[in-house]
């Protein structure tokens, strides 16, 4: 029996599978939300904490930990991925001027009136507050659906990420990508 060969071919393999083990430990930790616990071990918390603590410091009442806040009241869950909250808090800020005053008003209004979920609160507010009303219906559609703004505007900031999709993520594949523009499907097809 011959001892194994070190070559440089298999030394860039044996990295590149190394490499990948770590990438999937990382995604994996990521997910299960071990990550601060992970990088707490490494050394690499203090930094992290200052970046947070700097973070929050630039949020405002209406900011995007507020709409996180919001949007777990709203929603009734308690975890939001990172890059769909970023991209709906963006989208609905740039789609509505008054986007973050409306934020810090709702978290105000359910503090002292409660109500979840979400249309009981729309319908609470629409007589009340018609504007506050909206802004719950934009922050349900940009989760649930991953649109936001209205047709012909309609931005869409996520697909397989949307809330829709978790109640039946058990049985049913998630499409890996839209077919078309948004409600591509209520348009009578031009051979018809």
Known sequence: MQPCARSPRRRA??????????????ASAARIGVLPDVARMAG???????????????????????FIALSGKLTGHSR???????????ALSNADAGFAQNVAALNAWLATHGGVPSDIVTQALEAQQPQLAKTVGAIARAWYLGLVGEMPNVQVIAFER???????????????????????????????
Do not use: Q
């Not at 939001?80 to 963006?90: E, L, M, Q, S, T």
């Not at 990508?177 to 409600?183: I, L, N």
């Open 44 to 66: 690499i918390a203090p930094a992290a904490a200052a970046a947070s603590a700097a973070a929050s410091a630039d949020n405002p009442p209406g900011g995007y930990d507020a």
């Open 80 to 90: 939001f991925d990172p890059v769909h909250g970023r991209r709906a808090y963006n």
């Open 13 to 26: 393999w044996m990295l590149g599978a190394f490499a990948s083990v770590v990438g999937l430990a990382f």
């Open 162 to 192: 949307a809330l829709m999709f978790e109640p039946v993520n058990d049985i049913l594949t998630v499409p890996s990508y839209c077919r078309d523009v948004p409600f591509y499907w209520t348009r009578k097809p031009t051979n018809a």
